[in-house]
């Protein structure tokens, strides 16, 4: 089975400042996709980014990108500029390609963004 | 679109009632999902649908659970009956091709 592994519970940014979250799997599959969702206090499940395991570009939307390793089983979100809205719970999931459509997720980071 | 809509938003339930979560998918979805979120386990998937018809139960923990989906815009999940160790936020979501993954605001469940 796939495991997620999320290893920082927590992290913190100042304002305007750049931060990286850190994720790692394991599976024995070659096709899959990648996600970071973030989780508000709202509860609210928001996809940031998703990442396909057979493009070699890094996925980006406005200020965040990722940096996928694929042969280091690394998924890691790079968080630029960073904005007060962005202090939330950060979870990594990962689905298998083909027609199972399950996600399954890490623990999640919590991310605190200092003024 | 309002996007996935589940009901209650909160639940308080005394132990050994029955407990009835509802969701309603974006219309056009074929495939729904119920995640259970707790501080120990993280988010678990319990049950898929496609079309339907349910694909994988491997998550739903123990006989107390069930769920149904009798058509395409209407799930529900069921505990009956409710212990303390189920208290966690309940999450529904819908996929289709184009769009991914919507998850609704989920429903939170506390049992005493």
């Known amino acids: 089975a796939q495991t997620v592994t999320q290893s920082q519970p927590e992290m913190s940014v100042q304002e305007a400042e750049t931060v990286t979250l850190s994720c790692t799997y394991d599976?024995?599959?070659?096709?899959?996709?990648l996600f970071w969702y973030k989780q508000p206090p709202s509860r609210q499940m928001i996809l940031v980014i998703r990442?396909?395991?057979?493009?070699?570009q890094n996925a980006t939307e406005n200020r965040f990108s990722v940096n996928f390793q694929k042969a280091a089983k690394s998924f890691s979100l790079k968080i630029s500029d960073s904005q007060l809205g962005d202090a939330a719970m950060y979870f990594c999931?990962?689905?298998?390609?083909?027609?199972?459509?399950?996600?399954?997720f890490g623990k999640g980071t919590l991310l605190t963004v200092n003024p | 679109d309002a996007g996935v809509i589940q009901s209650p938003r909160h639940e308080v339930t005394e132990m050994g009632q029955e407990v009835t979560l509802r969701c309603k998918p974006i219309?056009?979805?074929?495939?729904l999902f119920w995640y259970r979120q707790t501080m120990m386990r993280g988010l678990e998937l319990l049950i898929y649908?496609?079309?339907?018809?349910?694909?994988?139960d491997s998550g739903m923990p123990e006989d107390r659970f069930s769920a149904k989906m009798p058509n395409a815009s209407f799930s529900t999940l069921k505990i009956q009956p409710s212990e303390p160790r189920d208290s966690a936020v309940y999450f529904c979501a819908s996929r289709d091709r184009a769009y991914g993954y919507t998850f609704g605001s989920g429903t939170r469940l506390t049992v005493v």
């Open positions: 599976t024995s599959e070659s096709d899959y996709y």
């Open positions: 999931a990962y689905r298998s390609g083909g027609s199972n459509y399950k996600l399954t």
């Open positions: 649908f496609n079309n339907n018809v349910p694909i994988d």
């Open positions: 990442q396909e395991a057979y493009k070699q």
């Open positions: 219309s056009g979805h074929d495939y």
